[in-house]
């Protein structure tokens, strides 16, 4: 203990958890283990506002790590990255208690509860959203926390997220999770401290997601730690850096953090934040106000005069007007709208619209999530109830697809997900409706196709669900990307830049040019024994370049019908199915 | 009293052997179907090729098929010289508007002769088989509304599924939208349809041949018990003919032993299924 305190001390300042990515630098980083503080001043117990700055701090030490946490994924594909994801559930969290005057921990540890689960997005996002939940069942009317209450409700966290998932992985979040809670048991039993639990806690977190790679192979082989385990830890390790009294700032204003890159689907600029304020002052310079704003968006509305100066301004980025604004004078009605929500709620609204009256009315409605324009009106043609934008970069939160569900004028409901990571968020969403709701697993959108076509008009919720699940699996899928980094996975070693072929979600081909891959994809699913095959060409793809892939593949394989359909969807050249 | 039996009257949709009209006095009466100003008085075999030859084009400007008023109401002055019982079972209702004007033509005998008219909610096959049912009964000189009762409790029991590979007649049909049968076109998508309560409604949808089929003989093979199951096919010489003997291998496999007559399907639901379409009725018996 002794040596280590010195070693901690020491190399307190080298230690960011940002080189913690790499597995070598990893493995390089020195035990976290004990404190540096007054010993003889210990922290015995955290009430409400105590819970409510560690998770503030939690939330800042993610948002500066979430690039890092993104550049984990295993599969060097534009996926749902596990940082952003988190990132928007800690906000999610955060948001629902940022102005709760409770003071008691129970209470506080409940609504964030709730906030990470409505706003849990992604497989990660939902996990830690569970963590949260067992962490909060533990503390159930728990004023404040002593040492041995919360390691208690820290080991209540990881079982909650053990029961979370249907087959739980080691090597993964869960893991960093249990291992983490396992300790703070011991430690609780040892002191009173909490920051001393809470520093055992981070140290073992840190080693439990150095450890992944070696209990999930796939991470050692593409040179990466688990991406969610080295979030938790993150979080934890912002909670002990407040802890020892290190200030946090979160780089932008909360509102402000929530990452438009992430929320945006692609290519649909304009979709910022609606923002709004009064400036009071002395002397306030309406022109050189209105100057200032225009500059940092569109549709600057300012009016005013010496003493107060009304601004409305549309802004991908409303940190920055909203700095401004303070920087000469005070702030009041500060207002800030995410249009991106309001124009999802438009297109659910749109959704809506009553459908031709010869439409069938089945009394199974269906919510579908689809990336693209293209596969949006694919879907809605063939009958969904609602379609969620999102996909591979943009995974929706539990609560849009609540929301979603819970707008269908049905009351059984089917989710197709068409994406592994948005099925937990889906299956949240079937535990909170109120609705029957199943969920069928669906991990490529030819799957959702092929799955909502199965759909009969006459049969039941269940019995609709299993024949839908049936239908999907029944389809080959290949995905045509391009690599955003350079990795060895499944016996491919893939340079950054170059174009790669998923053939049912699992890295088969690279090559050169999107058509070449696709090709080459083709080739491994055996289409042969197949009867249609199916180009669902992307955003990067033109009309002419998907033909002539067509023609391509028709002279390959003269026996199978060739179709081509605009998808639309960003990222994916191309999205081939065959059955 | 000794009363006449009662006469039924159907139009030339109702699959019906010759023999079988003849022998109990069925009056089947033609079907009129227009495509703009082309007109087409479906009433014997030749018309119905010269008819089916404009189907494969397209179903551009066709408008519903109906048995106008004025042709049910020569009928019934005619039987009602040798019965004062008049059972009409035409087309389903859904798919024609002979069923309307059956209705309206009844109206002036008011008094003069009992005339019911039932919605079969069914076409081809299903037709003929409750129209064959009921002129056997009328034949053994069974009352009308004992008649009626037979009629009406044999329709539940008759089921017609389908599939198309044309999107264009349901769409002429408002069955789905322009959008859907543009999509649904580009992806080679199968509609499979059932008639129910005389309309044609989506049961699922399906990309590939083979799954239609199946698809189709899983319908069938989910039956308890099964009278009789007809393999309807279309009428004209297309690709479609070439996989009635797929399905009725799939059939056959489901249903050991059963006799699996094929039948072509009527000019009224080629205006709605169009020239491609497969499928089966099954009765169940009752």
């Excluded at chain 1, 307190?12 to 958890?17: G, M």
């Excluded at chain 1, 609204?349 to 579908?368: D, H, N, Y």
């Excluded at chain 2, 023999?19 to 703009?36: W, Y």
């Excluded at chain 2, 998508?189 to 590939?208: M, N």
Aim: hydrophobic share 45%; aromatic share 4%.
């Amino acid at each position: 203990m002794k040596i280590e305190d010195v070693l901690c001390s020491r190399q307190r300042f080298a230690r960011t958890s940002q080189e913690a990515g790499a597995l070598t630098n990893h493995q390089a980083i020195a035990r976290e283990q004990g404190a540096v503080r007054d010993p003889d001043d210990p922290i015995r117990l955290c009430d409400g506002r105590g819970l409510k700055r560690l998770i503030k701090s939690g939330l800042a030490w993610l948002e500066r790590h979430q690039a890092a946490i993104n550049s984990l994924n295993v599969y060097p594909v534009p996926d749902g990255d596990t940082g952003t994801n988190m990132l928007l559930t800690m906000q999610s969290a955060y948001h629902e208690i940022q102005d709760s005057p409770e003071d008691a921990v129970g209470t506080i540890a409940q609504k964030v509860a709730h906030g990470a689960l409505m706003g849990a997005r992604g497989n990660s996002g939902v996990i830690l959203s569970q963590i949260f939940r067992g962490f909060a069942r533990s503390l159930e009317g728990v004023a404040a926390f002593n040492s041995v209450q919360f390691a208690a409700a820290l080991r209540e966290a990881a079982t909650m997220a053990y029961k979370g998932v249907i087959k739980p992985v080691e090597g993964t979040i869960l893991t960093v999770a249990r291992e983490a809670s396992e300790v703070a048991v011991t430690a609780a039993a040892s002191s009173e401290d909490l920051v001393y639990v809470l520093a055992r806690v981070v140290a073992e977190a840190r080693d439990s997601v150095t450890r992944t790679p070696s209990l999930l192979p796939v991470l050692a082989e593409a040179g990466v730690v688990d991406a969610g385990g080295q979030g938790l830890f993150v979080i934890l390790e912002g909670m002990l850096r407040s802890s020892r009294g290190e200030r946090l700032s979160m780089d932008t204003d909360l509102t402000a953090a929530m990452h438009l890159d992430a929320l945006h689907p692609e290519g649909e600029e304009g979709y910022g934040y609606d923002i709004q304020f009064v400036v009071h002052g002395e002397g306030l310079n309406v022109e050189e106000i209105r100057e200032a704003i225009a500059s940092m968006g569109d549709s600057a509305l300012v009016v005013g005069d010496s003493r107060a100066v009304k601004v409305h301004v549309h802004s991908p980025e409303p940190g920055t007007p909203i700095n401004y604004g303070a920087s000469v004078g005070s702030l009041s009605r500060v207002i800030v709208e995410n249009m991106q929500e309001q124009y999802q709620d438009f297109i659910l609204s749109k959704a809506q619209q009553p459908k031709l009256p010869s439409e069938p009315l089945s009394g199974v409605g269906t919510v579908i999530v689809a990336p693209g324009a293209g596969l949006t009106t694919v879907f809605e043609s063939l009958g969904a109830s609602i379609v969620v934008p999102g996909g591979q970069t943009m995974n929706p939160s539990t609560e849009e697809l609540l929301e979603a569900v819970e707008s269908v004028p049905t009351e059984d409901v089917i989710i197709l997900p068409n994406n592994k990571n948005i099925i937990m968020a889906a299956e949240q969403a079937k535990a909170l409706s109120g609705k029957s709701v199943q969920v069928v697993p669906t991990v490529s959108v030819p799957q959702g196709i092929s799955a909502l076509l199965a759909l009969n008009y006459q049969a039941d919720l269940v019995t609709n669900a299993r024949v839908m699940a049936e239908a999907a699996k029944a389809i080959e899928t290949a995905e045509i990307t391009t690599a955003v980094r350079s990795v060895q996975v499944n016996g491919l070693s893939v340079q950054e830049g170059e174009v790669i072929g998923l053939v049912n979600g699992k890295l088969e081909v690279k090559g050169d040019t999107p058509t070449d891959v696709a090709v080459e994809a083709l080739a491994v699913m055996h289409v042969e024994d197949l009867e249609i095959i199916t180009i669902y060409h992307g955003e990067s793809i033109s009309a002419d370049e998907a033909q002539r892939l067509a023609e391509e593949i028709a002279n390959r394989y003269p026996d199978q019908e060739v179709e081509i359909v605009d998808g639309g969807q960003p990222h994916y050249h191309y999205i081939l199915s065959a059955e | 009293m000794s009363m006449a039996n009662v006469r039924v009257i159907t139009d030339i949709t109702a699959y019906l052997e010759p023999d079988v009209i003849a022998q109990h006095q069925i009056t089947v009466l033609p079907v009129d179907i227009r495509f703009g100003d082309e007109k087409y008085h479906i009433g014997s075999q030749d018309s119905w090729d010269r008819f089916y030859q404009r189907i494969a084009k397209g179903p551009a400007q066709l408008t519903a098929a109906t048995v106008p008023a004025s042709v049910f109401q020569e009928t019934y002055s005619r039987l009602n010289r040798e019965t004062e019982e008049i059972l009409v079972i035409p087309g389903s209702s859904k798919l024609s508007q002979a069923y309307a004007e059956a209705k309206i033509a009844a109206r002036g005998f008011l008094g003069r002769c009992r005339i019911m008219v039932v919605d079969s909610m069914s076409a081809s096959w299903g037709l003929g088989l409750v129209v064959q049912a009921a002129a056997e009964a009328a034949t053994q000189g069974r009352p009308l509304d004992a008649i009626v009762r037979l009629v009406r409790g044999m329709l539940p029991h008759i089921y017609l599924v389908f599939f198309v590979e044309r999107l264009d007649y349901l769409e002429r049909g408002g069955r789905i939208s322009p959008a859907q049968a543009l999509l649904g076109t580009m992806l080679r998508i199968k509609p499979l349809l059932l008639v129910e309560d005389g309309e044609i409604v989506p049961l699922e949808k399906v990309r590939t041949r083979a799954l239609a089929i199946e698809k189709v003989a899983d319908f069938v093979a989910e039956f308890a018990a099964i009278q009789q199951v007809v393999i309807l096919t279309s009428p004209l010489d297309n690709e479609i003919n070439e996989l009635v003997g797929e399905l009725r291998d799939h059939l056959s496999a489901a249903l050991p032993g059963l006799h699996l007559p094929t039948v072509e399907y009527d000019p009224i639901l080629a205006c709605h299924l169009g020239p491609e379409a497969l499928g089966v009725v099954v009765y169940e018996g009752l």
